[in-house]
């Protein structure tokens, strides 16, 4: 029993090993993307009985707020999930539109 117990934290632990390279640029690419500019939606409509309706979606990130350099904080992610640099620069992606 005491050594099904001394298990659980080690597999915990794998659990929280590090991001593949891919992953890791995906979702260090988003955050980059975030720091450029924010993102949102709008969304208009008429409901039955000629009622409008509306909904607005905005997402702003501090990075974008603060200013910083949306290269800057791919390359910063991608390192700290990853120990490594990212496989290709921000700006040298085929999928960046900056």
């Known amino acids: 029993m ?23 640029e995906r979702q260090c690419f988003e955050r980059a993307r975030l720091a450029q500019q924010p993102r949102g939606t709008l969304g208009v409509g008429v409901g039955s009985g000629g009622h409008a309706a509306g909904a607005v979606e905005l ?21 700290a ?13 085929p999928d960046w539109k900056g």
Do not use: H, N, Q, W
Not at 81 to 93: I, N, Q, V
């Open 2 to 24: 005491k050594m099904r117990l001394a298990l659980i934290p080690c597999l915990l632990l794998l659990a929280c090993g590090p991001m593949t390279m891919a992953e890791a």
């Open 59 to 79: 997402e702003v990130s501090s990075d974008f707020l603060l200013g910083r350099d949306p290269s800057a904080i791919y390359e910063t992610c991608v390192m």
């Open 81 to 93: 999930r990853t120990g490594e640099p990212p496989s290709r620069p921000l700006y040298a992606r």
